[in-house]
């Protein structure tokens, strides 16, 4: 009897903590100068609110953003970053094919976590980014999810680690 009273209380335990939201909230949080230098990006997990995008946008978020750190986080100390979006815009192609422009826009909180202790919060701050449709034809073909991860990847690194991952110019999806 008492075993599967252990048991159910686990369960109970189990399923709550599944559900908890990625970002423990609070005030942002600078990340410490010896991090800055020391750290490498660990694992990248993405929670949000409803938001008008495909189903692959938490995949193409997580592998766009997780380049953009690789390449301003180049320590060897792991840290994991959890990002919750609360409002994504996307310009519409038809709109942006008949005006010429548009800009697609995220906006979220990036915590940095300890991976040894999943909820030391080491760093938390939000980050707020807007990027440019490209004109008619990247607005008409261009890949809008990407264009806006990336963007929001490097402002993570601006943000957190004082430093742009891309020299100036059109690398990838974006031109900055």
Known sequence: ???AVTA???AVLLS???CAPVIEGG???ALPIGLQETAQVGSITVSTAWLNAE???AETFSEEVHEELRRCMWGTA???VRVHIDQLQRAGRLETLLNG???HSLSGTVEFVDPADGNRVLGRFPVTVATSAQGRLGGLLGDRQMMVSEEFGRAVCEEAFGR???DPGAHNATAG
């Open 27 to 29: 005030p942002p949080i």
């Open 8 to 10: 159910a209380v686990a």
């Open 164 to 166: 742009n991952p891309r």
């Open 16 to 18: 709550a903590t599944a």
């Open 101 to 103: 422009d548009g800009m």
């Open 78 to 80: 792991p840290v994991n």
């Open 1 to 3: 009897m008492r075993n």
């Open 55 to 57: 189903d692959d946008f």
